[in-house]
């Protein structure tokens, strides 16, 4: 089996891989040209938990190769990013530009697999513009009806950190333009897929990722929102939600510094986009989220000027614990701002970064270790849960004054906690 996988991203390379060691030849194609050297030399140019073994062992069998140029297969992964544009429109430029890269090779009996996750109707709009670019080949239509080729939708669901386990074990939802497409879709993800393959249609498939995403965003605007109302009143809100969580049918997630990631940060206004009127909930919990980053940035500013002259530590830059991505990172935007504020009285700890990314030129914030943090800087921002920051015991930081967005100090001292502080926020 031939298969061509574009885009050799987050989602893309790892897929590519696991294919290719199912014993079909893949091709990953992808734009950017160092990463198509960094692919056929064996290596990674994203950090992901057994990728480079995996990477370096399938090119060396050359299972796996990387180009810029397309060539002809059986199947084609579609795996692009889909940005929004600024007023939040879904922008699908870069999986059309695939399909169009697609037509040029495309030949009957084979199968294309959108991947990215996309507005609804999307996978259909491929279809159309294949019909209109390859007009030799019966595109999908009705069911029954005769087609050369397959076109599926069948969303990533991966966790990053988890990728190669979940791309393996997690259920898939294949969704065809037919019926038909989609049984051909389901034989492909049967050669490396152990969780279970359920399929449905194109566009009940794109919906049920966006609303997968929606879904963790609502839940975490809502403890969020319950951090915001316990600072007020003085309680503790990770105590609360550990107790409302004894109840059987209540099941709160955690509150932080606000949503980050290239998904659930973005995925849901894909939904309010296109339901601008019945999509009040879905719109509210975004900015919930987002407001609370704005929240910490007030509250933390409120605890520095409170102290003028002490160094000041903020713990993580990365979106989520124990990964090297800052996309959509709520962390960055709090450190970000502080350091604009407070330029070189802001030090950044994150044990992922070799240096301070550009978003810190100018500011005079610089990058210093753990142990530093602790010898030097009397005022500590948790804003990431890294397993490091968590291990830090409480002898260490009792005397420091803390802001932790996360709740993985729960022993620190009250009197050294941020409640205070909030007050002068109001
Ligand atoms: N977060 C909280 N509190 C929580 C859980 C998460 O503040 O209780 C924050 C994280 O710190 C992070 C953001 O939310 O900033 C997103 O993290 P995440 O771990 O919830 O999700 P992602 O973005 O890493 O991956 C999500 C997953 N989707 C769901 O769990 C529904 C993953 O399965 C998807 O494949 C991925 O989006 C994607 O690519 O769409």
Request: net charge negative.
């Amino acid at each position: 089996l031939n298969v061509v996988v574009l885009g050799l991203g987050y989602i893309g390379l790892p897929t590519a891989a696991v294919i290719a060691r199912t014993g079909a030849k893949v091709l990953g194609v992808d734009v950017t040209e160092s990463v198509v050297e960094t692919v056929n030399s064996g290596r990674v140019h994203i950090e992901e938990v057994d990728l480079d073994g995996l990477v370096s062992g399938v090119v060396a069998r050359g299972a796996l190769r990387a180009s810029t140029q397309i060539a002809p297969a059986d199947v084609f992964v579609i795996a692009v990013p889909t940005p929004f544009a600024a007023d939040h429109a879904p922008d699908i430029t870069y999986v059309l530009q695939a399909a169009t890269t697609i037509a040029a090779v495309l030949k009957a009996g084979d199968t294309i697999i959108l991947e990215s996750t996309s507005p609804v109707g999307t996978t259909e709009r491929v279809r159309d513009l294949l019909a209109q670019l390859r007009p030799d080949l019966r595109v999908p239509g009705r069911a029954g009806e005769a087609a050369d080729v397959a076109i599926a939708y069948c969303p990533e669901r991966v966790l990053p950190g988890r990728i190669l386990v979940e791309l393996i074990d997690n259920d898939r939802v294949i969704g065809g333009i037919t019926p038909r497409c989609a049984r051909k879709a389901l034989t492909f993800y049967r050669r490396f897929v152990r969780g279970a393959c359920v399929t449905t249609t194109a566009r009940a498939a794109e919906m049920t990722k966006l609303t997968e995403n929606a879904f963790r965003d609502v839940n975490i605007a809502f403890a969020n929102e319950l951090s915001v109302v316990a600072d007020t009143m003085g309680v503790d809100v990770w105590e609360v939600i550990r107790l409302a969580n004894r109840h059987p049918r209540v099941n709160i997630l955690q509150p932080g510094p606000g949503v980050g990631g290239h998904c659930i940060a973005v995925d849901p206004w894909f939904l309010v986009h296109a339901a601008p009127d019945h999509t009040p909930l879905i719109r509210t919990a975004r900015l919930v989220n987002d407001g609370k980053t704005d929240h910490v940035i007030a509250q933390a500013s409120a605890m520095i000027e409170a102290r003028p002259d002490a160094p000041v530590a903020c713990l993580g830059l990365a979106f989520k614990a124990n990964i090297d991505d800052f996309r959509e990172s709520p962390a960055l935007k709090v450190a970000q701002a502080l350091a604009q504020r407070y330029g070189e009285r802001v030090r950044i700890v994150e044990p992922y970064a070799s240096s301070l990314p550009a978003a810190f030129d100018g500011t005079g914030a610089t990058l210093i270790d753990i142990d530093t943090a602790i010898e030097a800087c009397p005022i500590m921002i948790v804003l990431v849960d890294h397993d490091v920051f968590r291990s830090v015991p409480v002898e260490e930081r009792s005397d420091k004054l803390v802001l932790d967005t996360r709740g993985i100090w729960p022993d620190q001292p009250a009197a050294a906690r941020q409640t205070e502080s909030l007050r002068l926020v109001g």
